[in-house]
């Protein structure tokens, strides 16, 4: 898909349709080109504004300028700032269409090796091994990334949200900080408080 529109400045013209969506204002990048010398960038605000709209951008630059200059509207996304799929909206199909979800960056000229099978990459963390090599490593329960392995889990009554989270319906096991809640519910619900 085009992720780049270049546009010729005639002198009159101030706003530009480009043909690719973007998940974020500052995710549309514009650069003044000449015939000769660096394209020079212009400034998110100042020198153009941005509207996001479903299936494409529009840009408004603050200066028509002439003929001998372009515009060059780019749109580059961060892959590494993907943390939450459902946020994107409708970059998630292009995305997901072109793999790019499914791809771990490695320097230029460099290539990795396989990830690990899921059954094997499920409650571990993504590390390399000696070569460089992708491996799943074992976590000890007794630590902090076991800790948020578990509060992210939703699979499970006892984990995630479960962990601690309280529900007055539920009965919890002696001992427990729910049981000690629920138990002092009880008491000041038979006190008439």
């Excluded at 961060?78 to 499914?102: A, F, I, M, N, P």
């Amino acid at each position: 898909m085009q992720t780049t529109a270049t546009f010729a400045c005639d002198g009159r013209s101030a706003s530009f349709s480009c043909p690719f969506p973007a998940a974020a204002k500052t995710d549309v990048r514009c650069y003044l080109v000449a015939k000769t010398g660096a394209p020079r960038a212009l400034v998110l605000n100042q020198d153009y504004t941005v509207e996001l709209l479903e299936s494409s951008v529009h840009v408004s630059t603050s200066t028509v300028w002439s003929g001998g200059l372009a515009l060059r509207v780019e749109r580059r996304t961060q892959l590494t700032d993907l943390g939450d799929v459902r946020q994107l909206g409708y970059l998630v199909q292009e995305l997901l269409s072109d793999q790019q979800l499914r791809v771990i960056a490695a320097g230029e000229g460099e290539q990795l090796g396989p990830l690990p099978d899921r059954s094997r990459r499920a409650q571990r963390l993504l590390g390399f091994d000696a070569q460089g090599d992708p491996i799943a490593l074992g976590i000890d329960k007794d630590s902090a990334a076991w800790l948020q392995l578990m509060l992210a889990d939703t699979v499970y009554d006892n984990t995630g949200a479960g962990m601690v989270s309280f529900d007055e319906r539920r009965d919890y096991l002696p001992g427990t900080l729910g049981h000690a809640v629920l138990a002092l519910m009880r008491r000041v619900d038979f006190l008439g408080g």
